[in-house]
Each structure stands twice: as C-alpha cells, then as structure tokens.
C-alpha cells in the first residue's frame, strides 16, 4: 500500500497517567500506519494497552491521563489536510471528529445503552449532534439505521427500552448509534465478549457486512485470537503498552517473530490436549 491509503498515521506516541501521586507510562512510543479500508485487529492480554491506546484516536482518555509526546494523523477528512489528533484538547475539537470520523463500539453492551431512554432517542442523539437532523427525520433516519444492523419490526422497537433486548440485539443497537454518521474508521472494543459464540459469529458477520457496504475501516481490540484469525487483514500484537510485531494473519499464526507472540499462540487450548 502507497501513503495515499494511508487514513491514520500515529507516530512515536506516549501517553502517561497520574495515579496515586505516581506517573505510570500506558504506552510507550508507538508508531502505526492505519490503512483505507482495511481490518485491523490489536492483540495482547488484559493491561497491555489495546483500549487506551485507541481511545487517542476518539478522545475518551480517563482524566487522569494524557499524551505525553507523539503525533496522531489523521487523513479522512474530505478536501482538507491532516489533522494532529493529538493535539486536540477540548471537547468542542472532538465533536468534530468523535461520532462523524471515529466511532467506537464499546464492549458491554449491557452497560453502553442509557437504561432511562429508547433505543430511537439514543440513535437520535447522534444525528442531531452531527448531522443537524431533528423530529421526524431523525427519527425516520434512525429506524433505517436499526434495519441496517438487523434489527426486526425497526419501526416498533425503536419505542422500546434496553432491558426488551437481548444482549445480542443489544450489541447491535450500539453498532448502530455507533454508524449513525456514517463514520470513516470504526474501532470494535471486544464486541463480542459478553456474548454466547454463535451471536458473536451474527455480530462478526454484520460488522463485516458493513466494512463491504460502506467502506470502513475498522479496528479490533481483544485478546481473541480465535475472532482475530475470522476478521482482520493484519494483527498488531501489544505487550506492556507497545506493539512488538506486526504483520498479515498468516505470518502472525504461522510465522511468529516475538517471544510474546509466541506465548499467545501457545496459550490457545487445542483440540486432543488436556
């Protein structure tokens, strides 16, 4: 791939966090090129730094943590120059690109939705954030969305509330507030971990359907191995809050370069062995 696919381009980052009087490096100089269009998945075990690591791309840092040095560049924006995301500071700069550039499906969807408001109003608050669309409209656009992601009876379900979903429809409702503004990159945070295995292959597959029909570029967080092998193009593998290799499925699975990544592949349980 040439600089032109190039939509995301983070360079020697560094992030810190305060903690008890004590600053504690969270990632350690990394630098990525994301490409248009492709999947990426980022591996490594629980603390390893995958969430925080993409939260920069969409400003959801904790407030006790910040980019310490390193550049995040970001392509996507149509007849406009790169913009160093990590640069942006307000909540007022965000806006510009959380939800309408970078969107973020969070991993418990038992816990993502507002408990207190319907399915539509939530879907509705993105596009009169982002997209100026208000009564009627927004609430035809919602529905449409929910069709989208496989939502049966769209029209009826909007009215109704997270608890008259399953977790898997769940999951599908925060994938569609999550496409409300029809995003450029779309960051997965372990989309399928509070789910039974075969809606997590039906959630898989959507997010696929998805990639194809509107051009996304996404990114997978999660320490899965096994829904890495079934979703991305190439795997970055994180250790103690830096990417340590790099590469396709096939040279990652088959062609280990890393001690580390050695060690995930030998912790996958086999077939036959107790």
């Not at 007022?92 to 969107?103: C, F, L, M, S």
Request: glycine share 8%; proline share 4%.
């Amino acid at each position: 791939m040439n600089n032109g696919d190039i939509i995301l381009s983070v360079k020697d980052l560094h992030v810190k966090f305060s903690l008890r009087g004590k600053v504690l490096n969270a990632i350690r100089g990394i630098s990525l090129d994301l490409y248009k269009g492709e999947s990426l998945a980022i591996v490594g075990e629980s603390g390893s730094g995958k969430s925080v690591f993409t939260k920069n791309f969409i400003g959801l840092l904790d407030k006790n943590g910040w980019v310490d040095s390193g550049e995040i560049w970001y392509y996507g924006i149509d007849d406009q120059k790169p913009v160093d995301l990590a640069k942006y500071k307000t909540e007022e700069d965000w806006q510009k690109i959380r939800g309408k550039e970078v969107a973020m499906v969070m991993q418990d969807p038992m816990t993502s939705l507002n408990p207190l408001k319907t399915i539509g109003w939530q879907i509705e608050e993105a596009l009169k954030l982002h997209q100026g669309l208000h009564g009627e409209a927004a609430a035809k656009k919602a529905v449409e969305i929910l069709q989208d992601v496989g939502i049966p009876e769209a029209e009826r379900r909007a009215k109704q509330y997270p608890h008259e979903f399953s977790g898997g429809m769940r999951q599908r409702v925060v994938i569609a507030i999550a496409m409300a503004c029809n995003p450029q990159i779309l960051i997965c945070d372990e989309p399928t971990t509070a789910l039974d295995v075969t809606i997590q292959a039906q959630i898989l597959q959507l997010i696929r359907n998805l990639k194809e029909k509107y051009g996304l570029t996404t990114i997978y967080i999660t320490h899965d191995l096994g829904v890495v092998a079934n979703v991305a193009d190439r795997i970055a593998v994180m250790y103690a809050g830096d990417i340590v290799e790099v590469g396709t499925c096939e040279e990652v699975f088959y062609d280990p370069r890393h001690p580390y990544t050695w060690a995930l592949l030998s912790s996958l349980p086999q077939l036959g062995i107790k």
